[in-house]
């Protein structure tokens, strides 16, 4: 096992070196560029030609990255010219992700919470009109572009009727900070009210990055408890006499969660994407706000400390899929 | 209705049936297809202690008479009709969650492939201790020590280490062992064995079913053995039964039906098995045509086609099931004994 993950980390380090590299030399060659994006396109060309100086970017692209790499080695990042100028980029990434990691965490757990058992619900009711009703709702759930559901959740639920806050993360109510995940921190330091202001305010976000992952887990729950429900070991359980309660926990699910647990995991990853949109209509001030603030004015440090991180958040999480695999079925442990 | 109920007078005689299953009938129905008559009529008794073989080719309805007696039938999609007396209680008449307390506990089963028939991820002790907790209200912690004598006792060296093994670091006649081990932990009185022995090697099939007899013989179990083979229905069981589409074509105590077969369809069957006694190089003759061919029972024999001596009845008539001296036929014209 140590040895498994010792080669998948060193994978990793393959994996975030090619992409650091393509990555690179992809958004230099993007249109517009970080001096146009910071001077506006009527700069004079002398003012335009310092400032590519100063920022290095006069250099060959390939000079520029060994730059980079020299640099980051030494964990510099560089510094961000758009999203908090003069602000080092990687402390711009740690101080963004408690709000991403909360709003994610909370989206996925009820991606999960529902998802699991509806989808067992569905396989044990196959055809009945409960089955074909989640099965209707989960395809409407993939094909709802993100952006869209959110806007609707924020404009009726928000805008509309004032049953959730707008945006943000928390009302102004001069919280403690610990963490920085804000329902944490009102536990922590027994300032419920301000968890419960957070709470608030994670629902509709929440709800609208969860579709997409709930409506997947969903159906691969869901084709998965069929499957294992006609598997032979199901019957030798009938066949014992086992209540209904052993054989759906101990034999079904058990089985049936080795495929969902890497759907979570792929799932988890894609949230990113997800993250994007959802915090900029709700103005959450997460990783997903920075990328999109950083992509518009052309952050090259930012761009490239926040894709980076998500690159290796990803192979982390694939990684701890692999693990948790390990842990539920014994034939991969063993190999 | 030409199978009516009738009485099988074979077996030990003066003892009372442990299970008597009565006009079995089991009907899928699939939305936009004819209903299909699965088991058509089948009635066999089994007494304590006595091992009952249920032979037939594939499709003939083995499988879906032992998962009707155990409750073990799709929940939708199917009706069963008839009987099956199990001391006294008609099991197809049980409410759902009486027949579980039954299952495991009075009537036991082991299936036909023990690789997929376990649970691949759970330790083989668990896989045991479970019965136990379900119907002696054991703890896991107490049913264990148990559990490994069953191991034991069904001949798995080195009981203590496989109750902590999974089903894949098992051989393949381990596995069966294991699964037979499941079956008997609570001494069922009955053990219904669905083709126990046909996903195993040849040298391993002899130790399983070697296995099963001293068992039963040991515990007094009744058997009733599922197969194709008539090979293992000669080592084991007192009583025979014969099925052809869903039907019992022939009866009979075993030294009796493969001395003197009196339906083509069995004496087929006996002339298709290779035997360790015949002359060498003597040719094997398989029963010709399959189950394909097949005439509708409710107005011809079924096996009519691929008969080898078939009369103008055969096509024109059902055969009934008739009862004589313990044998039970279904035939116009049976095989001459030659004797
Ligand atoms: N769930 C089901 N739905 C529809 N038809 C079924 C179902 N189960 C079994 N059958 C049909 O019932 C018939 C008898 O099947 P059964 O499994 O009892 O055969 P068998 O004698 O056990 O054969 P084998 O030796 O192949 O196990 C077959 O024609 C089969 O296709
Ligand atoms: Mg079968």
Known sequence: ?335 | MTATATTPRTGRPGQEPLLSVRDLRVTFRRQGEEPFTAVDGVSFDVRPGQTVGLVGESGCGKSVTSLAIMGLLPARGNTVEGTATYDGTDLLGLPPDQMRDRRGRDIAMIFQDPLSSLNPVIPIGLQVTEVLERHRGMRRRAARPLARDLLDRVGIPDPDRRLTDYPHQLSGGMRQRALIAMALACEPRLLIADEPTTALDVTIQAQILRLLKELVEETGTALVMITHDLGVVAGLCDEVNVLYGGRIVERGERHELFAAPRHPYTSGLLASIPRLDGARGAPLTPIPGSVADNLPWESACAFAPRCSQPVQRCTAETPRLEESAGRALRCFNPVEVTR
């Not at chain 1, 310092?50 to 080695?73: H, M, N, S």
């Not at chain 1, 943000?168 to 329902?183: A, E, I, K, P, Y």
């Open chain 1, 1 to 335: 096992m140590a040895r498994f993950i010792i080669r998948r980390l060193l994978q990793m380090v393959v994996v975030v070196f090619v992409l650091s590299l393509m990555l690179f030399f992809w958004l230099r060659s993007l249109p517009g560029g970080t001096v146009s994006a910071i001077l506006g396109e009527r700069a004079t060309p002398q003012t335009r030609a310092a400032l590519t100086k100063a920022l290095g970017l006069d250099q060959p692209v390939w000079v520029q990255y060994w730059r980079f790499v020299e640099r980051a080695a030494h964990g510099e990042f560089g510094t961000s010219t758009r999203v908090l100028p003069g602000a080092d980029a990687l402390d711009i990434f740690l101080s963004r992700l408690p709000a991403t990691i909360e709003l994610s965490f909370f989206a996925l757990l009820l991606a999960v919470v529902l998802a699991i058992p509806l989808g067992y619900l569905s396989a044990r009711r196959a055809g009945s009109p409960l089955d074909s009703g989640l099965v209707v709702t989960s395809l409407v759930g993939v094909a709802v572009p993100v952006f869209f559901l959110a806007f609707l959740l924020k404009y009726q639920l928000a805008v509309e009727h004032h049953v959730f806050p707008v945006s943000g993360r928390q009302d102004n109510l001069s919280c403690t900070r610990v963490t920085n995940f804000f329902v944490l921190d009102g536990l922590l330091t027994r300032e419920y009210d301000c968890s419960v202001s957070a709470l608030k305010h994670l629902v509709l976000p929440s709800l609208a990055l969860a579709t997409i992952p709930f409506a997947v887990i969903y159906r691969i729950t869901r084709a998965s408890v069929l499957e294992v429900l006609g598997e032979d070991y199901v019957r030798t359980a009938e066949s014992k006499g086992l209540t209904a309660r052993v054989i759906r926990g101990r034999h079904v699910l058990r089985n049936a969660l080795l495929p969902v647990v890497t759907t979570i995991g792929l799932q988890t990853g894609g949230l990113l994407a997800g993250a994007v949109l959802t915090e900029k209509v709700f103005n959450w001030g997460g990783i997903g706000n920075a990328l999109a603030d950083a992509f518009e004015g052309r952050d090259y440090a930012v761009l490239q400390v926040l894709i980076l991180a998500a690159a290796m958040i990803y192979v982390v999480i694939n990684l701890l899929v692999d693990i948790s695999y390990a842990v539920i079925d014994p034939r991969v442990r063993t190999r």
